[in-house]
């Protein structure tokens, strides 16, 4: 057999790609394929080290395999764990049907090598009983398991349209690659799935953090559906919620292929993979509809379909239904994705149908409103510590009758005062009375003159004891020093606040967990050091959040340019300016958040 005759192993010469092992090889004598083996397994070697991109690495593997075996028809074959088939995951040569085919362990030639763990050469495919005949122009094929840890993961495939096309030499040549190869394979898989948890996490820690302040309920739920898509690429989604009264689900929200319908029908809470979920309290993941008797088509395109339950206080209150034309579509990460977020999307949902029923109710309550926004105005501190270095003013508008924002000075000593700025979760009368709440311990425990970091410390121990469900508050607690001119900062997931020297405006980085909600957290304390015409901005999310008309924010880059500006004036007159830049950026369109500006300014 020449160099050039097919099924020869490829000269050095010949090498195509961008891994070519180097050196000549006579395929007559069989002592010198060793060396181009050990070339060729230091090339892949080199070549599957270098990426831990999954294509990229099937891509090299082909290439390097081709740089030896001259194929026109190539093929990787990944087992999925789940359906326990194998599935192309990377080609050549073969067509679209081919490359969308499912082949079970033990089925041709291909799912028999993974279930038998063996390799096979065959030089005449017609003589295989277990031939798939895929490539009518087929003739011998050349299979080789990819085994990691005593675990079949794939099949290498590699097919001829002549007979006797592949040799000994060929065989041997990729079982000696097939574990190396098997195993860089598993590693890019396992890194994958790592960067997609990670991402999936870093998501759901978004989405949880966006959920809690939206109020309104069908804003909310079209909102998960924005979501939720940025984990799971769904086709179908809707949202059904339990009407206790006339015990059926009611849809709140469903798109279809990304267009909004509306089921106008309503669902026994017994009925279909949606009623399964509530009766059994856990996702119903069902891999084919067509398959489950309990299934209710109200898509006919659906095929996969997950049915997460909404549970609130032990209590079903609704159904997130999620659907997909493809069979097999939803596997366990897309399922754990949806545990995780259920919970914090049936409290989400719960506490907007509670404040719309306070909505509801406001204008009866009018009068008690008025007299409980009396009792926040006077939990305001009446007047400013008076320091020889320091000037202190603040300023406060609720976005409604009664805000979540607080603000307080409390003064330790001729020469201590401490700044407190905090935001309560949620709004109207509970965030106000949850505030006083705070307030009131607060300002017991700073009579003991703790430092920043164990008054927010203490003031979480005091709230974890008092827990109260979806109720936490963001803290900025500060103390000034007015002997030696320093602050000491600690905060508690409130907005960080401004520094300013000279025009010069940066951010303070302190950063902790909101108070009330984990147990046993510990806050970092950061000492500043001022210097005459330093001034310290604490502000509530409600100024760099303010909107438009255009749905604009008003930002950080607007708000350090509003000091910049007026860097020079009085502490009173930086904070009028302020709300001021706000009020005219909102263009008279309503308050959405609480707007609490405190300003320190160094004499």
């Keep these: 057999m020449s160099e050039d005759q097919p099924g020869s192993i490829r000269s050095p010469e010949s090498f195509e790609g961008d891994y070519r092992p180097s050196g000549s090889l006579t395929p007559q004598v069989e002592a010198r394929v060793e060396p181009m083996s050990t070339e060729f397994l230091i090339r892949l070697a080199d070549a599957l080290n270098t990426t831990l991109d999954l294509q990229t690495l099937l891509k090299r593997t082909a290439d ?18 789940r359906t326990n088939d194998l599935r192309m995951r990377f080609q050549i040569g073969h067509t679209p049907e081919a490359e969308r085919m499912r082949i079970k362990m033990g089925e041709g030639i291909v799912g028999q090598v993974a279930y038998q763990r063996q390799a096979i050469l065959i030089n005449d495919v017609s003589k295989a009983e277990n031939y798939i005949n895929v490539n009518p122009g087929v003739q011998s094929e050349l299979a080789v398991p990819l085994i990691v840890k005593n675990r079949v993961i794939g099949v290498i495939d590699i097919q001829s349209e002549q007979p006797d096309y592949f040799k000994p030499e060929h065989l041997r040549l990729l079982q000696l690659t097939a574990s190396r190869i098997g195993h860089a394979i598993e590693n890019a898989r396992l890194y994958t799935r790592v960067s997609r948890q990670a991402q999936t996490l870093e998501v759901l820690n978004e989405i949880s953090r966006e959920l809690t302040s939206i109020l ?58 949606v009623g399964a979920a509530i009766s059994e309290r856990r996702v119903i993941h069902v891999a084919d509809v067509r398959k489950d008797p309990r299934y209710k088509m109200v898509n006919p395109e659906a095929r996969s379909e997950m049915a997460v339950p909404l549970i609130y206080k032990g209590k079903v209150i609704g159904v997130l239904d999620i659907e997909h034309t493809r069979v097999n579509y939803f596997n366990e990460d897309h399922e754990r994705a949806m545990n995780t977020l259920a919970a ?5 949902i719960e506490n907007a149908q509670l404040y719309q029923r306070v909505a509801q109710q406001e204008q009866k309550l009018e009068h008690d409103l008025a007299m409980a926004r009396e009792v926040q105005l006077r939990l305001l501190p009446p007047n400013k510590p008076k320091h020889k270095r320091a000037e202190f003013s603040a300023r406060f508008v609720p976005a409604r009758a009664i805000g979540g924002d607080l603000y307080d000075f409390v003064q330790y000593d001729s020469n201590r005062s401490a700044i407190v700025v905090g935001d309560v979760s949620g709004k109207a009368a509970p965030a106000a009375l949850y505030a006083a709440l705070v307030s009131g311990i607060m300002r017991s425990l700073a009579s003991q003159m703790l430092s920043p970091s164990a008054l927010l410390e203490a003031l979480n121990d005091a709230l974890q004891e008092r827990k109260l469900d979806s109720q936490y508050v963001v803290m900025l607690y500060a103390v000034w020093n007015d002997e030696n001119s320093t602050l000491q900062i600690a905060n508690a997931g409130a907005v960080q606040p401004l520094f300013c020297r000279n025009g010069e405006v940066e951010t303070v980085r302190a950063e902790g967990f909101p108070l009330g909600m984990f147990p046993n957290v510990k806050y970092e304390e950061f000492s500043l050091s001022t210097q005459p015409g330093d001034s310290l901005i604490f502000f509530s999310d409600g100024i760099a959040d303010a909107e438009n008309s255009n749905g604009d924010m008003f930002g950080d880059d607007r708000l350090k340019a509003v ?41």
């Design 216 to 273: 309104d309920v069908d804003a909310l739920i079209e909102r998960v559906g924005q979501l939720l898509r940025r984990i799971i690429d769904f086709q179908m989604f809707s949202v059904w919620l339990v009407n206790e009264r006339e015990q059926v689900l009611e849809n709140r929200y469903a798109v279809r292929f990304g267009a909004r319908f509306d089921p106008s029908e309503k669902i026994p809470l017994e009925r279909g993979l």
């Design 64 to 81: 390097l395999v081709r740089a030896v075996i001259d194929y026109r028809i190539f093929a990787i074959l990944l087992l999925n764990d």
């Design 344 to 348: 914090q999307i049936a409290i989400s």
């Design 563 to 603: 000091v910049k500006k007026c860097h020079a004036k009085p502490a009173s007159k930086i904070a009028d300016s302020i709300l001021a830049e706000v009020s005219k950026f909102q263009g008279g369109r309503e308050r959405f958040d609480d707007e609490t500006v405190v300003v320190l300014k160094v004499l």
